[in-house]
C-alpha cells in the first residue's frame, strides 16, 4: 500500500491578544513583533561635563523605531544610582531646579512604549561650576499668531546676556515636539527657528533661553498660535496705509497694521487697529511698495484675522 505524506498545520488565533513583545491582530492573526523605544542618547549636558550652570535644564532625544508613543522616567540625584524623580512623563527634558556649586550630579532616562516595552539609558553625569554666572534675559519675540497648515514657520526670537554670553534657544512647539537647544546665537541678535503643523488647531508655543555655561533665563516667551486655512471668509476690500511684518504665507500675504483704511464691500469703511492682523491672496489688483514702513493700495481679495476666530 502507497504510503501518504500529511501535512497538519495547527495555527492559533488569540485575537487582540499580546505574546511577549508580539502582537497577534484581530484582522489578520498576523504576529506583529514590537520593538523596544530607541536608547535614549544625546544628553544636554553632554556626559561628564564640567562648569555646568546650576540653572540647567536637562534633555535628551528618544522616540520608537514603531512610532509608538514614548513616556519616560527620570533619574536624578548626586549618588552614582540616582533615584526616581518623575515617572510616565512624555517630553524629553526635566528642570531639575536651582542646584549647588562644584557637586557632581548624575541621571538616567528608562524610555517605555505603550506595550509595556523599555529600553534603559546609560547614567550620565556632569558638574556644577564654582562661580557666579548671571541668568540671560527672558527671549522676546514678535509673531504671528496664526499660519496655514505644511507652511514653514519662520519662529523669530532673541534674548540678551549680562555676561555677552552667547544664547540658545528650546523650543516647545506645542504638538510634541521640540527644536532641542539651537544655537550658540550672538546675544541680541535674532534666530530663526522653522516648524510646520500638519493638522489645524491651537497650539501653544513656548521658548526658554540659556546661555554658554548652561544658565536658564528666568522666565519664558510663550504665545498660542492658531493653524488654520482661510475657507471663504476672503472678501473684496480696498485697503490704503502703512503696514509692516509683510510675510508670504502660501498663497497669502500677510501683514499687521501700521495706520490703513480698509474698505470693505459693500461700502463700509474701517480703521483697524494697530497691530491688526490681515492676509491678502496674491490674486489682487494693488501694489506694496517697500518702505519701512512698507505702503499698500489697491483693491485686493482680503481678510481681516481677528473676524474669523474664533473656529
Same mark, same amino acid.
Given at each position: 500500500?502507497?504510503?501518504?505524506?500529511?501535512?497538519?498545520?495547527?495555527?492559533?488565533?488569540?485575537?487582540?491578544? /499580546?505574546?511577549?513583545?508580539?502582537?497577534?491582530?484581530? +484582522?489578520?492573526?498576523?504576529?506583529?513583533?514590537? =520593538?523596544?523605544? =530607541?536608547?535614549?542618547?544625546?544628553? %544636554?549636558?553632554?556626559?561628564?561635563?564640567?562648569?555646568?550652570?546650576? =540653572?540647567?535644564?536637562?534633555?535628551?532625544?528618544?522616540? !520608537?523605531?514603531?512610532?509608538?508613543?514614548? $513616556?519616560?522616567?527620570?533619574?536624578?540625584?548626586?549618588?552614582?544610582?540616582?533615584?526616581?524623580? $518623575?515617572?510616565?512623563?512624555?517630553? $524629553?527634558?526635566?528642570?531639575?531646579?536651582?542646584?549647588?556649586?562644584?557637586?557632581?550630579? %548624575?541621571?538616567?532616562?528608562?524610555?517605555?512604549?505603550?506595550?509595556?516595552?523599555? /529600553?534603559?539609558?546609560?547614567?550620565?553625569?556632569?558638574?556644577?561650576?564654582? $562661580?557666579?554666572?548671571?541668568?540671560?534675559?527672558?527671549?522676546?519675540?514678535?509673531?504671528?499668531?496664526?499660519?496655514?497648515?505644511? +507652511?514653514?514657520?519662520?519662529? @523669530?526670537?532673541?534674548?540678551?546676556?549680562?555676561?555677552? !554670553?552667547?544664547?540658545?534657544?528650546?523650543?516647545?512647539?506645542?504638538?510634541?515636539?521640540?527644536?532641542?537647544?539651537?544655537? #550658540?546665537?550672538?546675544? !541680541?541678535?535674532?534666530?530663526?527657528? @522653522?516648524?510646520?503643523?500638519?493638522?489645524?488647531?491651537?497650539?501653544?508655543?513656548?521658548?526658554?533661553?540659556?546661555?554658554?555655561?548652561?544658565?536658564?533665563?528666568?522666565?519664558?516667551?510663550?504665545?498660542?498660535?492658531?493653524?488654520? +486655512?482661510?475657507?471663504?471668509?476672503?472678501?473684496?476690500?480696498? *485697503?490704503?496705509?502703512?503696514?509692516?511684518?509683510?510675510?508670504? *504665507?502660501?498663497? %497669502? @500675504?500677510?501683514? /499687521?497694521?501700521?495706520?490703513?483704511?480698509?474698505?470693505?464691500?459693500?461700502?463700509?469703511?474701517?480703521? #483697524? =487697529?494697530?497691530?491688526?492682523?490681515?492676509?491678502?491672496? %496674491?490674486?489682487?489688483?494693488?501694489? *506694496?511698495?517697500?518702505?519701512?514702513?512698507?505702503?499698500? @493700495?489697491?483693491?485686493?481679495?482680503?481678510?481681516?484675522?481677528?473676524?474669523?476666530?474664533?473656529?
Amino acid at each position: 500500500m502507497e504510503k501518504k505524506s500529511v501535512t497538519i498545520c495547527l495555527i492559533v488565533i488569540l485575537l487582540g491578544t /499580546t505574546i511577549g513583545s508580539s502582537q497577534i491582530t484581530e +484582522e489578520t492573526g498576523i504576529i506583529m513583533e514590537n =520593538n523596544p523605544p =530607541n536608547p535614549p542618547s544625546d544628553p %544636554y549636558p553632554e556626559n561628564e561635563s564640567t562648569n555646568v550652570s546650576i =540653572n540647567i535644564l536637562l534633555s535628551w532625544t528618544g522616540g !520608537d523605531p514603531d512610532g509608538d508613543p514614548v $513616556t519616560y522616567d527620570v533619574f536624578f540625584g548626586i549618588i552614582s544610582a540616582p533615584p526616581k524623580v $518623575t515617572t510616565n512623563q512624555s517630553t $524629553t527634558f526635566y528642570d531639575p531646579g536651582a542646584l549647588n556649586y562644584s557637586v557632581t550630579y %548624575y541621571w538616567q532616562i528608562v524610555a517605555w512604549d505603550n506595550q509595556s516595552a523599555s /529600553t534603559t539609558g546609560p547614567i550620565w553625569s556632569f558638574t556644577t561650576g564654582y $562661580t557666579q554666572n548671571n541668568p540671560p534675559s527672558n527671549p522676546i519675540g514678535l509673531n504671528p499668531s496664526w499660519w496655514l497648515p505644511a +507652511e514653514d514657520y519662520h519662529l @523669530i526670537v532673541s534674548a540678551s546676556d549680562p555676561d555677552d !554670553d552667547d544664547v540658545y534657544f528650546f523650543v516647545d512647539w506645542g504638538d510634541g515636539n521640540t527644536s532641542g537647544w539651537s544655537g #550658540p546665537y550672538e546675544p !541680541d541678535l535674532e534666530a530663526t527657528l @522653522i516648524h510646520n503643523w500638519s493638522n489645524e488647531g491651537n497650539y501653544t508655543i513656548t521658548v526658554k533661553t540659556r546661555d554658554a555655561a548652561g544658565m536658564l533665563s528666568m522666565g519664558n516667551y510663550s504665545f498660542v498660535i492658531q493653524i488654520f +486655512e482661510i475657507r471663504g471668509n476672503l472678501e473684496k476690500a480696498i *485697503i490704503i496705509g502703512n503696514i509692516h511684518n509683510r510675510k508670504p *504665507i502660501g498663497d %497669502y @500675504i500677510y501683514f /499687521t497694521v501700521e495706520t490703513i483704511a480698509y474698505i470693505r464691500f459693500p461700502g463700509r469703511l474701517i480703521f #483697524p =487697529n494697530v497691530e491688526t492682523e490681515i492676509a491678502v491672496i %496674491y490674486k489682487y489688483i494693488g501694489m *506694496i511698495i517697500e518702505g519701512p514702513p512698507d505702503f499698500i @493700495i489697491g483693491f485686493f481679495n482680503a481678510v481681516i484675522i481677528s473676524d474669523i476666530w474664533p473656529r
